[in-house]
């Protein structure tokens, strides 16, 4: 099991990125997957998750209208795209795959820093 996470970097407030979550090793298309983020000093926290159909999202609240999270099960990806990023946006952002059966498994993470 494989989870790539990309994107991240360097972007001034009021900027957008967008991560990428390359996935293998399992059946992508019956796992829900979500993305998480990790500030220096604070523990992890829910970002966003998207269903394993792609139909249902739900977003933390101080996400929610700034962030999109998608994916394709053709492709075997997920995305993460933030717009109107603010300096606490900074963090380790993680890729996550959660299994029918609870089983999860993580990326390595790609940093986002939003600065001037």
């Known amino acids: 099991v494989q989870l790539v996470d990309s994107g991240g970097g360097l972007v001034q407030p009021g900027g957008s990125l967008r991560l990428s979550c390359a996935a293998s090793g399992f059946t992508f298309s019956t796992y829900a997957m979500s993305w998480y983020r990790q500030a220096p000093g604070k523990e992890r926290e829910l970002v966003a998750v998207i269903s394993s159909t792609g139909r249902s999202t739900n977003y933390a609240d101080s996400m929610q209208g700034r962030f999109t999270i998608s994916r394709d099960n053709f492709k075997n990806m997920v995305y993460l795209q933030m717009n109107s990023l603010k300096p606490e946006d900074t963090a380790v952002y993680y890729c996550?795959?959660?299994?029918?059966?609870?089983?999860?498994?993580w990326g390595q993470g790609t940093q986002v820093t939003v600065s001037l």
């Open positions: 996550g795959a959660r299994g029918p059966v609870g089983d999860r498994y």
